[in-house]
């Protein structure tokens, strides 16, 4: 008798990793150092601008994409809203933009954002209640 062979099995690969949020932050650490410099040399402070600011949004990145199911659909909406406007409205006031111009550029991002969070959330839930898998 022959036996059958096992189909193998897809690893499958965990996007709640540190990869993608890491990235993210370096970027963003790098332009808000570039946003910071104002055409002049690097210094100090920008380089730990920079440095402070990629690693605060790669950990709430990696914290939101991580431990984010736990919330409702419309806290976790919110709390991405709050997040990309947040990170926005930060990096434009770095350009010597005002306070109200920084503050409306990062509410509508935010509001934008936490809108098309909280869409993608309501849609792709199963009957349950439980969120995609993704």
């Known amino acids: 008798m022959a036996a ?3 189909a193998p099995t897809r690893r499958r690969i ?3 990793g540190w990869g993608l949020p890491v990235t993210i932050g370096v970027l963003y650490g ?7 410099r104002d055409g002049g040399a690097l210094s100090w402070g ?4 920079g440095l402070i600011s990629a690693v605060v949004l790669a950990v709430a990145l990696y914290a939101l994409r991580r431990y984010g ?11 991405w809203g709050a997040l990309a406007g ?3 409205g930060f990096l ?5 933009a005002s306070v109200y111009a920084s503050t409306l550029l990062g509410l509508i991002v935010g509001v934008c954002v936490g809108g098309a969070a909280y869409y ?3 849609t792709h839930e199963d009957a349950t209640g439980h969120p995609a898998p993704w």
């Open 4 to 6: 059958h062979a096992a």
């Open 14 to 16: 965990s996007t709640h």
């Open 30 to 36: 790098f332009y808000a150092e570039v946003n910071a």
């Open 46 to 49: 920008q380089f730990w601008l």
């Open 69 to 79: 199911r736990a919330l409702p659909r419309e806290a976790r909406g919110a709390a």
């Open 86 to 88: 947040i990170a926005v």
């Open 92 to 96: 434009y006031s770095l350009t010597d």
């Open 120 to 122: 993608l959330f309501y």
